[in-house]
C-alpha cells in the first residue's frame, strides 16, 4: 500500500496492465464480453463458499454485499487509504462518504483529525493505516488510541519508508508530538519487517492485516505472526497467494482499481475485496464529500453491471471463469527465459514457515545485539584452537602411511572425491565400539555431510509413497520435519509426556495408522538430553522400545548427538542393544569434534533383499542415493575428524571430558539461577515450572502466557533476553506456553545476568496476561 492512496505508482501500473490483458465472459450465451481492461474484488473467504464460474438466469439486480471480518459492507471496497488530506477536511469527507456507502475507510497514522473524531463520524468502523516508527512507544500509543476510539482493524505494510507517500504534514492530530512535520519519513525506520509485524500484533486486539504481500511465503508468513488480513500488490500474483491461503484470512488487492470490471476481475483472480484510492482522491479533489460518494456509488453501481454482464448473483458466484486472459499489445511480449520464476511455481516446501524459525531468529538477534541470547544450541567457542585442525590432519596422514599408502594414495585420498560411503568408515566404527559399545561392521556406515544429509538419506530410502507415514518424538529438532517436508513426507507427531516418549501412546499411534491404510515406516528420537525438551528416556523405556519395534516391524531413527558432551556417564544407546536391526543410528561430530567439519554418519546394518534374492545392507541403498546428492562428503573434513579419533584413541567421550564438565556446570548454573530468582513459592504463584536436565544443551520452561514470536519480541526489545519459543518443534501444533533455554554458549556471567533479566520478563508478561 504504498503511496498517499491506495494506488503507489509502481503497483498501480502493473496491476494496470494486468487489468488490460483481462476480460470478462458474458454470462448466460457463452459469449466473451467486451470489458477488457477491468477488474475487481470479493468478500471473505470461507464465508461465501466454493467460488463460482459465473452463472446466468438470476432473477432481480445482482447483491454486491459480502462479510469482511466479521462486518457486512455494500460491496467488496475499502476506501482509502488517504494518508493526508487532498484538501480542507477532507479526512471529515472521506470517512463520512464511506459511512453513508456502508463501507470502511482507512485512516492513516498522520490524520490532522483525532481518530475519535474520525470514528465517531462513520457506522462502519475505520481502519488505521500505521508505520514502523523508530519509536516503539509511538506505534504502540497510534495502536491503543485507534482501538480505544473504536476502530475497526489496524494496516502495517512491509518495505521501505521511501515508499510512504507524503512527506510534510501540517499538524498530525494522534501522535504525542504536535506541530508540523517537514518530512514523516524521520520518524519511521527505514525498512518494515516480520518483525514490526510481530510487535503490532502484540500491541493490539484490532485484527491486523499485512501488506505489501508479493509472494506465498510472503502470505504464509503474515498468517503465522498473526495477521488477520493480507493486503497483495500485484494483480498477477494474487491467483497463487489466494490459492496458498486457502481461507485462512481475507486477501485484499491494492493499487490499479478503476471501475466496477476491475473489482470482479480481482475477485475473479482471487480477491475478497480490494482498496479503491485513486478514484476516492479524485472524487475528493473534484467535489469533497459529494464527489467522493459520486465515485464511491459509480463503483458499485459498476460493480453490479459488470456482475449481470457475467451473470453472477452474488459476489461469492465470480469465479476464474469470468475472466478471460486477452492478447498481448505488440512489443509486450517477453521471451520465455526473461520472465521471473513465481514463488508458487516451486516446491511447496520453500513456503513452509518451519523452514523460516532460524531466520526469524537471526533478525530478532542481529536487530538486538545487546540481548543475552539463549537461542543457539551450538557448541561453546573457547575449546576450539585453529592450530589443532592442522595437527589432527597430519595425524591422519601419517595414519594413512602406517597402514602402507604411498605418497600417491595419501594424494589421491585427500585431494580426489573418495569413496561415496566415506573413506573413515573404518576409524568411525572402531570409535563407535570403543565409547557406545555399538559393535557393528565398517560396511554398515555411511559418512555424511553432517546429520542433517543423514536424515535425508534414510527417509529418502525408506518412505516410498504417500501412505507411508513418518511417527517423531513431539516436540522434535526442526532438522527431521523440515527433511520430510522437503520430500513430502507425513509426519505423525507423538506427543512427550513429562518423562519421555510413552510407549502406549506411540503404540496407539502406530495402530491408528494402520487403521487409516498408511504404513508407519520409521520413529525418530533423541533418547538422550533431547533437543528441544532436554529429555532422557530411562532404561526401562529404552527396552520397551525396542520390544515395540520389533513387535510392528517398524524402524527407530536414533539421534543422539548430545550423549558425550554430558557429564557422567550415559545410558546406553538403543542401537547398542539392537538385536533385531530395529534402529537406524544417526550421528554427528558437530558437537564432539566441531561443526565446521560438517561431519555426519549413519549406521544402516538393516538387511536388504533384491528381487533376485541377493541380501545387501541399507547403507549401500544410501550409498546410491548420495551419489546423487553430495557425491561424497569432504575428504578434507573427514580428515580433520578422523585425526581427532585416532588422537583419543576413538574416545570422544574422553576427548570431551573438559566440555561436558563445562556443559554440565552451564545447565547447573542456568537451574540454580532458576530457582534463586524463582523460589517454589514464587514460581508456583506464577503458573512457571520447567525440568531439570542433566546434560545436554537444552532445558525448557512452561509459562502462563503465549510464549510466541510476538512474547519474543518484547522479551529482546525491553528486557534484553532471547530464547527460542517451544512451538516451533511441535509439528502437530502446540507448545504455545513453552520456552527453550539453550545454555551451551553463554559464559557463567552471561547466565546469571541473563537469567535475572528472563526472570524479569516472565513476571512482568505474566501480570500484563492476568
Not at 501500473?13 to 483481462?22: K, L, M, Q
Request: charged share 20%; glycine share 12%.
Amino acid at each position: 500500500m504504498p503511496g498517499p492512496t491506495a494506488d503507489g505508482s509502481e503497483h498501480s501500473a502493473a496491476n494496470r496492465a494486468a487489468f488490460d490483458r483481462r476480460g470478462l465472459r458474458q454470462g448466460g450465451h457463452g459469449a466473451h464480453g467486451g470489458h477488457g481492461g477491468q477488474g475487481g474484488l470479493g468478500g471473505q473467504r470461507g464465508q461465501r463458499g466454493q467460488r463460482g464460474q459465473g452463472r446466468s438466469g438470476n432473477p432481480g439486480p445482482p447483491d454486491t454485499t459480502v462479510k469482511i471480518l466479521g462486518r457486512v459492507w455494500s460491496a467488496p471496497l475499502v476506501v482509502g487509504p488517504l494518508c493526508a488530506p487532498a484538501r480542507p477536511g477532507g479526512e471529515l469527507a472521506v470517512v463520512r462518504a464511506a459511512s453513508t456507502a456502508q463501507l470502511t475507510a482507512v485512516v492513516g497514522a498522520f490524520a490532522e483529525r483525532t481518530f475519535g473524531e474520525l470514528a465517531s463520524a462513520t457506522d462502519v468502523p475505520p481502519w488505521l493505516r500505521t508505520y514502523a516508527f523508530r519509536d516503539r512507544d509511538m506505534g504502540r500509543q497510534l495502536a491503543a488510541r485507534a482501538e480505544e476510539a473504536g476502530f475497526g482493524a489496524v494496516v502495517i505494510a512491509l518495505g521501505s519508508r521511501d515508499d510512504v507517500g507524503l512527506r510534510k504534514v501540517a499538524a498530525p492530530a494522534n501522535l504525542t508530538r504536535q506541530g508540523p512535520l517537514s518530512d514523516v519519513r524521520a520518524l519511521l525506520d527505514a525498512h518494515a519487517d516480520w518483525a514490526d509485524v510481530t510487535a503490532l500484533r502484540a500491541a493490539t486486539t484490532l485484527p491486523l492485516l499485512v501488506a505489501g504481500v508479493r509472494t506465498p511465503s510472503d502470505a504464509l508468513r503474515a498468517v503465522d505472526s498473526g495477521a488477520d488480513g493480507i493486503v497483495v500488490t500485484s494483480l498477477d500474483a494474487l491467483p497463487a497467494i489466494a490459492e496458498t491461503v486457502a481461507g485462512r484470512c481475507p486477501v485484499l488487492l491494492s493499487g490499479g482499481v478503476r471501475s466496477g470490471a476491475d473489482i470482479v476481475t480481482s475477485v475473479a483472480s482471487g480477491a475478497d475485496a480490494v482498496f479503491a484510492g485513486r478514484p476516492v482522491l479524485d472524487g475528493l479533489r473534484a467535489g469533497g464529500r459529494a464527489g467522493v460518494a459520486e465515485a464511491l456509488d459509480g463503483l458499485v453501481r459498476e460493480l453490479a453491471e459488470a456482475m449481470t454482464f457475467t451473470g453472477t448473483a452474488t459476489v461469492a458466484d465470480i469465479g476464474p471463469g469470468v475472466v478471460r486472459t486477452g492478447p498481448r499489445t505488440a512489443g509486450t511480449t517477453q521471451p520465455a527465459a526473461a520472465r521471473p520464476l513465481r514463488k508458487a511455481e516451486l516446491h511447496a516446501s520453500v513456503s513452509d514457515p518451519v523452514l523460516d524459525t532460524m531466520t526469524f531468529l537471526n533478525e530478532i538477534t542481529s536487530r538486538y545485539p545487546e540481548a543475552i541470547s539463549f537461542a543457539p544450541g551450538r557448541p561453546y567457542d573457547g575449546f576450539f584452537d585453529t592450530e589443532q585442525i592442522f595437527t589432527h590432519l597430519r595425524r591422519y596422514l601419517n595414519h594413512l602411511e602406517e597402514q602402507g599408502c604411498s605418497p600417491q594414495q595419501v594424494r589421491t585420498a585427500m585431494y580426489q572425491y573418495g569413496p561415496t560411503a566415506g573413506q573413515i568408515r573404518e576409524i568411525i566404527a572402531d570409535s563407535l565400539r570403543a565409547d557406545e559399545n555399538i559393535d557393528v561392521p565398517a560396511e554398515s556406515i555411511v559418512v555424511t555431510v553432517g546429520a542433517q544429509e543423514a536424515m535425508l538419506l534414510v527417509l529418502r530410502a525408506l518412505i516410498t509413497g504417500p501412505d507411508d507415514v513418518l511417527l517423531v518424538s513431539s516436540p522434535c529438532y526442526v532438522g527431521i520435519t523440515g527433511a520430510a517436508r522437503l520430500l513430502d513426507i507425513a509426519v505423525t507427531p507423538v506427543e512427550e509426556q513429562e518423562d519421555g516418549i510413552s510407549c502406549a501412546d506411540l503404540e496407539a499411534a502406530i495402530r491408528n495408522e494402520r487403521a487409516r491404510g498408511r504404513r508407519p515406516r520409521a520413529f525418530y528420537v533423541v533418547p538422550d538430553h533431547s533437543n528441544p525438551s532436554g529429555t532422557t528416556m530411562g532404561p526401562q523405556a529404552r527396552a520397551e522400545l525396542l520390544q515395540l519395534a520389533a513387535r510392528h516391524g517398524i524402524l527407530i531413527l536414533e539421534d543422539s548427538p548430545y550423549r558425550l558432551v554430558s557429564p557422567g556417564p550415559p545410558l546406553p544407546t538403543l542401537k547398542s542393544q539392537d538385536r533385531a536391526h530395529s534402529v537406524v543410528h544417526l550421528g554427528s561430530f558437530s558437537k564432539t569434534v566441531f561443526p565446521g567439519a560438517r561431519v555426519g554418519f549413519v549406521v544402516a546394518d538393516q538387511p536388504v533383499v533384491d528381487d533376485s534374492g541377493h541380501t545387501g545392507l541399507l547403507a549401500d541403498e544410501l550409498a546410491k542415493i548420495k551419489s546423487m546428492v553430495t557425491v561424497n562428503t569432504s575428504s578434507l573434513s573427514q580428515a580433520a575428524v578422523a585425526g581427532t579419533l585416532l588422537a583419543a584413541g576413538g574416545r570422544v567421550s574422553e576427548l570431551n571430558a573438559a566440555a561436558s564438565a563445562y556443559y554440565g556446570d552451564a545447565m547447573r548454573a542456568t537451574l540454580r539461577e532458576l530457582g534463586r530468582h524463582l523460589p517454589l513459592e514464587r514460581r508456583e504463584a506464577l503458573g512457571v515450572r520447567w525440568n531439570e536436565p542433566t546434560g545436554g544443551f537444552f532445558l525448557t520452561l512452561r509459562v502462563p502466557f503465549r510464549a510466541d514470536n510476538a512474547a519474543l519480541i518484547r522479551s529482546a526489545q525491553d528486557f534484553g533476553v532471547i530464547w527460542t519459543p517451544m512451538s516451533y518443534f511441535h509439528p502437530g501444533g502446540g507448545g504455545l506456553h513453552g520456552i527453550r533455554l539453550s545454555t551451551s554458549y553463554l559464559t557463567p556471567a552471561q547466565i546469571g545476568e541473563g537469567i535475572a533479566r528472563l526472570v524479569r520478563f516472565i513476571e512482568a508478561e505474566s501480570a500484563r496476561t492476568a
